[in-house]
């Protein structure tokens, strides 16, 4: 049952998200992508299931795996200005997987997880392309949505039955996979062509920040505080960040586009 509801948490995730870039622009949709809309639910299971100790772990591993995401952001939108979606994914892929070692050796410790991941966010931050003033956003096709949408659910849900016996790590890993952030990717790219998908992907990596942030405040709140206060207060911590982001001098004012 928690895993049937995971799934339909992500696919209406991934539903608003693309909603988002339909009518907010692509970096403020890649700004609520970042966060942590799965995480949070995932730890409040596993506080509930596993104890506290383990959704401390998670949360640690889930900090540490933003590393891998800001790669994975910045494999695909380099990749995806020479090729199609499928090479662009596979290099996102890559280069999320290459950085599994350092991730998993980060995880033992909350603070190395912290310089890992704020580190690698913000050095992808620098090195993401730089296509100048957002386009008006194209509007995709409700059925394909719905499809990346279900998709993306689908994908949860297996992560969902496997997590728990595989270690908190692994657990904090599989709750922070970028399954929105690659289908929303992928659609924009599909129907807008590279520089949407890099638009996307370049709010996205500026929202681990917010996603980093709440790892922290979880894990150093939550024994004390209890689960829900924690991840309360972690998801607030998060959700200013990326309305810090949000400042039109971060992300650019959209620019007309003229037919």
Known sequence: MDGLFKALLTAGTVWLVM???????????????????????????????????????????SVAACAMLAVFALGYARAARYGGCLLALVCGVGGALAMAVPARAASADLGWALVLALGSSALTFVAMPRLGAEAVPQRGRPGSMLLVAASAGGLTALA??????MGGFAAGLLSSLPLITGSVAMAEHAHGGHRASAHFLRGYVGGLFGKAAFGTVFVLLAPHTGALPALSL?????????????????????????R
């Open 19 to 61: 909603v988002a870039a339909r009518y907010g622009g692509r970096r403020v949709a890649g700004l609520v992508a970042a966060l942590p809309t799965i995480t949070a639910p995932t730890l409040a299971w596993l506080a509930h299931d596993e104890g506290m100790s383990f959704a401390v772990s998670a949360a640690i591993g």
């Open 160 to 165: 969902t039955l496997i997590g728990p016996a």
């Open 234 to 258: 972690a998801c607030a911590c998060a959700c200013l960040l990326s309305t810090v982001r949000l400042r039109p001098s971060s992300l650019g004012a959209p620019a007309r586009v003229t």
